[in-house]
């Protein structure tokens, strides 16, 4: 197997016109050519290098690939979620799945309850997370990424914050087993 990055154009020529001066001299400049070459190369493959993308370079692909929510204000690493899960989001769009996903990006932990969970409406669902600026400085926000990816047909019900919080619980029992003999 040939690997094209340590690939030397000189060991691909044959044998007897390897040892010409010339074909050396060729062969060696275009290998410093090929190997540049190359290595523009494994700059296209955008998405393994996500991490890497400027502010500026993420604002671009966001429009090229559309992802249901954008909002240019997030932070670099959020709009680089997005925009490496967009043709996800768009394969998966409509499901209970895709509203998590979104959620978890944006808002850090969430969940869909589909109403047979909670005994409401057909086609009417809600979300529960532990994230309080979503009711207060970014509820707006919040809507509006659960809209863009929801299914038209489906209503959002209601969202419902939970707050997991440590507290000391002391529980204490005892038995007493014994016999009661009367004379």
């Not at 275009?30 to 290098?49: A, E, H, P, Y």
């Not at 400027?54 to 992802?67: F, G, H, K, W």
């Not at 509203?99 to 669902?125: A, Q, R």
């Amino acid at each position: 197997m040939i690997n094209i990055q340590t690939v030397s154009l000189l060991n691909l020529v044959s044998s007897p016109i390897r040892n010409d001066p010339a074909i050396a001299a060729a062969a060696t400049a275009l290998d410093k050519q090929l190997q540049v070459t190359t290595d523009m190369i494994t700059s296209l493959n955008i998405f393994s290098r996500s991490t890497e993308w400027t502010n500026e370079e993420t604002d671009q692909l966001a429009l090229q690939y559309r992802p249901p929510y954008y909002d240019p204000e997030l932070s670099v690493g959020q709009k680089r979620l997005l925009v490496n899960n967009a043709i996800s989001f768009h394969r998966h769009k409509g499901t209970a799945g895709a509203v998590e996903n979104l959620i978890k990006i944006l808002f850090g932990e969430g969940s869909v309850e589909e109403w047979w969970e909670y005994g409401g409406d057909p086609y009417h669902f809600r979300v529960v997370t532990n994230n309080a600026d979503v009711t207060t400085t970014r509820a707006q926000e919040f809507i509006e990424a659960v809209n863009a990816i929801k299914r038209l047909s489906t209503v959002l019900d209601s969202v419902t914050i939970s707050q997991a919080e440590t507290l000391p619980l002391y529980i204490g029992g005892f038995i007493h087993v014994g016999e009661r003999i009367i004379i």
